[in-house]
Protein backbone atom coordinates (compact mmCIF):
# COMPACT_ATOMS: atom_id res chain seq x y z
CA UNK A 1 0.00 0.00 0.00
CA UNK A 2 1.17 3.23 -0.72
CA UNK A 3 0.40 6.40 0.65
CA UNK A 4 1.21 10.28 -0.18
CA UNK A 5 1.49 12.77 2.55
CA UNK A 6 0.94 16.35 1.78
CA UNK A 7 2.50 19.05 4.47
CA UNK A 8 2.00 22.74 4.23
CA UNK A 9 1.69 25.99 5.83
CA UNK A 10 -1.25 27.06 7.97
CA UNK A 11 -2.27 30.15 5.97
CA UNK A 12 -0.78 33.37 7.73
CA UNK A 13 2.29 31.58 8.38
CA UNK A 14 5.07 33.66 6.70
CA UNK A 15 7.07 31.46 4.12
CA UNK A 16 10.44 32.89 3.54
CA UNK A 17 11.11 29.98 0.79
CA UNK A 18 8.14 30.52 -1.03
CA UNK A 19 9.29 34.22 -1.28
CA UNK A 20 12.48 33.74 -2.30
CA UNK A 21 11.48 31.51 -5.19
CA UNK A 22 8.37 33.83 -6.28
CA UNK A 23 11.01 36.57 -6.31
CA UNK A 24 13.61 34.32 -8.48
CA UNK A 25 10.57 33.25 -10.65
CA UNK A 26 9.61 36.87 -11.01
CA UNK A 27 13.61 37.44 -11.73
CA UNK A 28 13.89 35.22 -14.57
CA UNK A 29 10.59 36.93 -16.28
CA UNK A 30 7.79 35.32 -14.86
CA UNK A 31 5.89 38.73 -13.69
CA UNK A 32 2.74 36.26 -13.96
CA UNK A 33 3.51 34.61 -10.25
CA UNK A 34 1.79 36.57 -7.79
CA UNK A 35 2.66 34.37 -4.61
CA UNK A 36 4.25 31.07 -4.08
CA UNK A 37 3.89 28.56 -1.11
CA UNK A 38 6.26 25.66 -0.67
CA UNK A 39 5.44 22.41 1.01
CA UNK A 40 6.47 19.03 0.94
CA UNK A 41 5.33 15.62 -0.10
CA UNK A 42 6.08 12.49 2.04
CA UNK A 43 5.55 9.41 0.06
CA UNK A 44 5.05 6.26 1.94
CA UNK A 45 4.98 2.65 1.87
CA UNK A 46 3.34 0.35 4.35
CA UNK A 47 2.36 -3.01 5.03
CA UNK A 48 -0.53 -4.80 3.70
CA UNK A 49 -3.18 -3.55 6.45
CA UNK A 50 -7.08 -2.31 6.51
CA UNK A 51 -7.49 0.89 4.51
CA UNK A 52 -8.92 2.18 8.20
CA UNK A 53 -6.04 1.23 10.01
CA UNK A 54 -3.76 2.97 7.66
CA UNK A 55 -5.65 6.13 7.74
CA UNK A 56 -5.36 5.93 11.73
CA UNK A 57 -1.50 5.48 11.69
CA UNK A 58 -0.81 7.38 8.70
CA UNK A 59 -2.91 10.58 10.92
CA UNK A 60 -0.70 9.25 13.70
CA UNK A 61 2.45 9.93 12.22
CA UNK A 62 1.81 13.00 10.94
CA UNK A 63 0.80 13.92 14.58
CA UNK A 64 4.24 13.01 15.93
CA UNK A 65 6.21 13.62 13.60
CA UNK A 66 5.97 14.30 10.19
CA UNK A 67 4.11 17.63 9.99
CA UNK A 68 4.49 20.82 12.72
CA UNK A 69 0.91 21.50 13.46
CA UNK A 70 1.51 24.25 15.35
CA UNK A 71 2.51 25.78 11.80
CA UNK A 72 1.79 23.18 9.40
CA UNK A 73 -1.47 21.47 7.49
CA UNK A 74 -1.45 18.20 6.14
CA UNK A 75 -3.30 15.72 4.08
CA UNK A 76 -2.96 12.56 2.81
CA UNK A 77 -4.47 10.19 -0.04
CA UNK A 78 -3.90 6.18 -0.35
CA UNK A 79 -3.18 5.26 -4.01
CA UNK A 80 -3.16 1.42 -3.51
CA UNK A 81 -5.40 -1.05 -1.38
Known sequence: MKAVV???LKKGI???Q??????????LGYKEVDKV???KII???LEDIKREEAE??????????LANTVMEKY???ILEG
Open 6 to 8: YVT
Open 14 to 16: SDP
Open 18 to 27: GNAVKEALNS
Open 37 to 39: RIG
Open 43 to 45: ELE
Open 56 to 65: SKIKEMCEKL
Open 75 to 77: SFE
